[in-house]
């Protein structure tokens, strides 16, 4: 095999991945990711936006990348421009990450650091996971230093360890989880392969667990969560989820074809013996993939932790193999990712100028929204049929920011999130992940009445929205390409456009004071 030292132009392959798989973020007004809208009232009041519905008040959450990075940075830049920023950051680390991982495996970058790249757009992006997509990146070149420092770590460089330990703590918590897995499983497998005595392992052990005890220490002192501390696994109905989250071309868009070519690679190239995987690697990716198919649905109060895993396992692992290619071959390769990279980008460009379109298109019609109105989003499921509606469940949180008013679905989860909804508002607003979705039109008469037993959906998802109509001012209700539903006598139309309507909402006799 012929090796390429110094930077050379693998380094420069990446850098050009960065700049393709960064694109598309800068090609629309707002990246159309569920969450975005959310993500960016929490940003617009935590940086000092004026609610008479939301305060927010600092605590030492482990949740918190974008809260401390993004507030700032809007004061040099709109507060658009920063969460665009922020997220380019978080693409370039996926994409350099794993290559700065290959790099102090092998002392080298090869094919397996550039394809990682391809996992940088998967389910957790695609929703808007923010603060954990960045820390995950932040986790990979935390890796990367420490199998870099191999035998090197003195006092002052395990200090910095402990720091970045506990930085990515509060950027996310389920990211440090990760991280100390695969460090922790490098460290026992050099105890274990180098056939040191048990109290070698059980000092490396202890020494990882020491420079994690502040982290340890500011997690068990956090106050308890608000949230649903359940645990669902629900394994049979999200199986192929978790193998469709590895890598997508746009919202609810798997690349099936591109992470199964990927998956026949790496395991023909393993069993022909075309690549190698670094020994101290393979305990934590077996570990990985083990968690990948186990992980719970619902954990800690979130959802979605079965779809996190398997983008990391696909990139740590191509950053863990080496392949033995000559240089024409791995130049083609490389060249073939770059343009792989180049289709996934417009790809994506072109769903998300769609919808972002229909952003464009409620925020240019947000003047007719009552300044301070409280306002509930409504969806026509039978009108949007078979499309993905989750790209506006938070739509409405750009009048947050717009025009002063208050949303049930703001990003507000006690223990989970800085911003907070003031009394009595925190009544009629959502409190929890798994009450994080917008009603149906068809359940707003049972939810007007109050009938709580009318549908299961009404106690589990929608129990602060009973008697909606004596609480909120309008509602917007998103529809899609199909006939509209009827609409609830409560609702009277004041705006209709291509895709949504504005309604105002009628209090009735259930009221008080109606």
Wanted: charged share 15%; glycine share 8%; with cysteine.
């Amino acid at each position: 095999m012929i090796r390429i030292r110094g930077p050379g132009w693998p380094l420069f392959a990446s850098l050009v991945a960065c700049a393709i798989l960064a694109a598309p973020l800068w090609c629309v007004a707002t990246p159309p990711m569920p969450d975005y809208p959310a993500h960016l009232a929490d940003f617009y009041l935590i940086g000092g936006g004026t609610s008479h519905y939301y305060r927010a008040a600092w605590a030492l959450l482990p949740n918190l990348a974008g809260e401390t990075i993004i507030p700032p940075l809007a004061k040099l830049a709109n507060l658009e421009i920063a969460t665009k920023i922020f997220l380019t950051i978080a693409v370039w680390l996926w994409v350099l990450g794993p290559a700065a991982i290959q790099r102090a495996l092998f002392g080298r970058l090869g094919l397996g650091g550039i394809l990682a790249a391809a996992f940088t757009y998967n389910a957790t992006f695609m929703w808007g996971f923010f603060n954990f997509v960045f820390a995950t990146g932040l986790s990979f070149l935390v890796l990367a230093a420490w199998i870099a420092t191999e035998g090197r770590r003195g006092l002052s460089i395990l200090a910095g360890f402990s720091a970045a330990f506990t930085l990515i703590y509060f950027s996310h918590l389920f990211a440090l989880a990760v991280l100390l897995l695969l460090v922790g499983s490098f460290e026992l497998s050099a105890g274990l392969q180098e056939k040191q005595p048990a109290r070698e392992i059980v000092k490396r052990l202890s020494t990882l667990a020491i420079l994690a005890a502040p982290a340890a220490l500011f997690y068990l002192a956090r106050s308890p969560s608000g949230g649903d501390a359940n645990v669902q696994f629900n394994l049979l109905d999200t199986m192929a989820e978790r193998f469709e989250a590895a890598i997508q071309f746009g919202f609810d868009q798997p690349a099936y074809i591109v992470t199964t070519a990927l998956l026949l690679l790496f395991v023909a190239a393993a069993v022909t013996r075309g690549l190698r995987i670094a020994p101290r690697m393979g305990l934590g990716l077996a570990l990985l993939f083990v968690f990948t198919i186990f992980a719970p649905e619902w954990a800690l109060g979130g959802w979605g932790v079965h779809f996190r895993l398997p983008a990391i396992l696909g990139s740590v692992a191509l950053a863990s193999s080496d392949f033995k290619l000559s240089r024409g071959w791995l130049a083609t390769s490389m060249a073939a990712a770059l343009g792989l990279f180049a289709v996934q980008a417009a790809v994506l460009t072109h769903e998300w100028r769609a919808i972002d379109a229909r952003y464009n298109e409620f925020r240019a019609a947000e003047n007719m929204i009552t300044p301070g109105a409280r306002l509930l989003t409504v969806l026509d499921g039978d009108s949007l049929g078979w499309a993905p509606d989750q790209p506006y469940w938070h739509m409405a949180e750009f009048a947050v920011i717009d025009r002063g008013a208050f949303t049930a679905l703001a990003f507000t989860t006690r223990g989970q999130h800085i911003v907070s909804v003031l009394p009595p508002f925190d009544r009629y607003a959502a409190s929890t992940a798994q009450q994080g979705s917008p009603p149906d039109i068809d359940e707003l008469n049972d939810l007007a009445a109050g009938r709580i037993d009318a549908d299961e959906d009404i106690e589990d998802v929608f129990p602060y929205l009973l008697y909606f109509q004596c609480h909120f001012d309008e509602a917007v209700v998103v529809r899609g390409d199909g006939p509209p539903s009827r609409v609830p006598p409560m609702l009277h139309l004041r705006y209709g456009a291509d895709f949504f309507s504005l309604y105002d909402v009628s209090p009735d006799a259930k009221c008080p004071h109606s």
